[in-house]
């Protein structure tokens, strides 16, 4: 069993920014594989940011070159820096991880397991 818990959501105003925080623990070994999901109310989850266990990474389109992923093993923290920040940012961010990876150059795919979410607010 995995638990993830994410911190760090808030409120911001457009072109603000903001660092989500993400704590693995339990049964983490094999969880090799992490990203960021995001889900607006009415809308589908969508993957933001996805990290592999060699370092590779690959964000949505809406949010290149204004999110970084990154992680520190040693601390079994996934982090999400997200500069910039748009209304059409607001969303629940949910960490996620897997033993597979979670995504390819076309799409993200569903994780082992879920945080229970953190609110990112953008205001304009």
């Known amino acids: 069993q995995v638990k993830l818990v994410e911190s760090g959501g808030g409120s911001v105003e457009e072109g603000g920014s903001l660092r989500l925080s993400c704590v693995a623990s339990?049964?983490?070994?094999?969880?090799?594989?992490m990203a960021w999901f995001r889900q607006a109310p009415g809308q589908e989850r969508e993957g933001v940011a996805g990290?592999?266990?060699?370092?590779?990474?690959r964000y949505t389109e809406s949010v290149k070159g204004r999110f970084t992923i990154s992680k520190d093993n040693a601390k079994h923290t996934l982090y999400l820096q997200m500069n910039q920040l748009k209304p059409e940012d607001t969303a629940m961010y949910y960490c996620?991880?897997?033993?597979?990876?979670?995504?390819?150059?076309?799409?993200?795919?569903?994780?082992?397991?879920w945080g229970q979410g953190t609110q990112v607010t953008v205001s304009s």
């Open positions: 996620a991880a897997a033993s597979y990876p979670l995504f390819s150059d076309v799409a993200f795919y569903p994780p082992d397991d």
């Open positions: 990290i592999a266990a060699d370092g590779m990474t």
């Open positions: 339990g049964y983490t070994y094999n969880r090799n594989y």
